[in-house]
């Protein structure tokens, strides 16, 4: 079993900035890669920002240029730096991780609050 343990949600104004950060631990496993997705009332959890075990990353076009993911893949972290905030960043942050262990496993973390006021 495996599980992440997400921290660094919160209130923020318009135009600050906030970090996420999400540790995967439990059983021996590899990343193969690990990622951050959104959600809000009524609507699907959508993509924010992904990076692989080679380094690669893909964010939604909406938060490129302000938002930067970052891993370690050793230590089975994953953060995701947020500047210049706006109130449509708000949303439940889920950090998601693909594990390798006897094939490809996808696991979620609990979900963590970011408000954004105007």
């Known amino acids: 079993q495996v599980h992440l343990v997400e921290s660094g949600g919160g209130l923020v104004q318009a135009g600050g900035s906030l970090r996420l950060s999400c540790a995967a631990s439990g059983s021996t496993f590899s990343v193969a890669s690990m990622g951050w997705y959104r959600q809000t009332p009524g609507r699907q959890r959508g993509l924010v920002a992904t990076?692989?075990?080679?380094?690669?990353?893909n964010y939604a076009d909406s938060v490129k240029g302000r938002f930067t993911i970052s891993g370690d893949n050793a230590a089975k972290t994953v953060s995701l730096q947020m500047n210049s905030l706006k109130p449509e960043d708000t949303a439940v942050y889920y950090c998601?991780?693909?594990?390798?262990?006897?094939?490809?496993?996808?696991?979620w973390g609990q979900g963590t609050q970011v408000t954004v006021s105007s």
């Open positions: 998601k991780a693909i594990i390798r262990t006897n094939g490809l496993f996808q696991y």
């Open positions: 990076i692989s075990s080679d380094g690669s990353t």
